[in-house]
């Protein structure tokens, strides 16, 4: 089981980091990321409304629904907000590198859950691992311009700890569907201001309508993996293993986008996944 989890984690960081890089390519990134999610919204509205008219929730439960719908609409804000302020390779690190860290201490400190120490030391090697990957700007202008993507990275990756940790309650009363689409309307009400002018969607429509059913499909079921993991092991084992993403971002960055300090990125990518390796084995 656990050997299951590992596999579904590192799919879902596959799938997160390709459909990032979509909304960094496009051309209008809120409008792009409200397009994406809409289609599986509208498809798991009936398992959401049959499972909430099923079941008789605590004021606590629907209380947790609410902060992880809250939180995933700030998220959907910030995201869209950084990818605008700043490049890939440089604010995907941070933002999903901050929860590989928090998670897991929450994980331990709030849910009651365990960390050997070889799980702690491989959590180390991926923090030494973002740390490198972000490096230091060789921009000209610095200033405020070039510290606001990093402080909005900073917010998201504090959205997706909170999101991440809120979700694992919530996991214990609902199911990974219906909780994916507790997730989606979330995000979409963090980005509906958007595509009040239909003309905003129908540019973006046009202008990417071959990646945003790839798009569509990658978006929310690189989160429904995840949440299959969490739901059988550990949120401090899986959380970590998801931010493979870092990786694979770095890679899709390099070969794709055709960034550049490629070296350093790859030597980064070497010590997150000797963390991974390491927290993978902890989980056994």
């Not at 991440?164 to 997730?183: I, Q």
Request: with cysteine.
């Amino acid at each position: 089981m656990v050997a299951v989890s590992i596999v579904l984690v590192l799919c879902s960081g596959l799938a997160h980091a390709v459909w990032n890089m979509f909304a960094k390519q496009s051309t209008d990134k809120p409008v792009f990321l409200w397009a994406i999610y809409a289609p599986s919204t509208i498809v798991l509205l009936p398992v959401l409304i049959n499972e909430l008219s099923g079941n008789q929730f605590s004021p606590r439960e629907w209380l947790f629904m609410g902060v992880s719908l809250l939180m995933q609409s700030i998220y959907a804000f910030l995201l869209a907000q950084t990818y605008k302020a700043g490049d890939l390779s440089q604010v995907y690190p941070i933002m999903r590198g901050m929860p590989t860290l928090l998670t897991p201490a929450a994980g331990v400190l709030l849910l009651g859950e365990s960390l050997p120490m070889w799980g702690w030391i491989g959590i180390g090697c991926m923090l030494i691992g973002f740390v490198v990957m972000v490096g230091r700007r060789q921009d000209t202008g610095a200033g405020a311009s070039s510290v606001r993507p990093i402080l909005l990275a900073v917010g998201v990756g504090l959205c997706i700890t909170t999101y991440t940790l809120v979700d694992k309650v919530n996991l214990g009363y609902m199911s990974p569907l219906a909780l994916l689409e507790v997730t989606n309307i979330g995000f979409l009400l963090g980005l509906t201001s958007s595509v009040l002018k239909p003309s905003r969607l129908k540019a973006v429509v046009r202008r990417h309508r071959n990646i945003l059913w790839l798009g569509a499909i990658l978006s929310p079921g690189s989160y429904l993996l995840f949440l299959f993991a969490a739901r059988t092991a550990d949120v401090s084992t899986v959380a970590p293993l998801r931010e493979v993403g870092i990786v694979f971002g770095t890679l899709l960055g390099l070969l794709v986008l055709k960034e550049s300090q490629g070296a350093r990125r790859l030597v980064a990518s070497a010590a997150v996944v000797t963390g991974i390796m390491m927290i993978a084995i902890t989980g056994q």
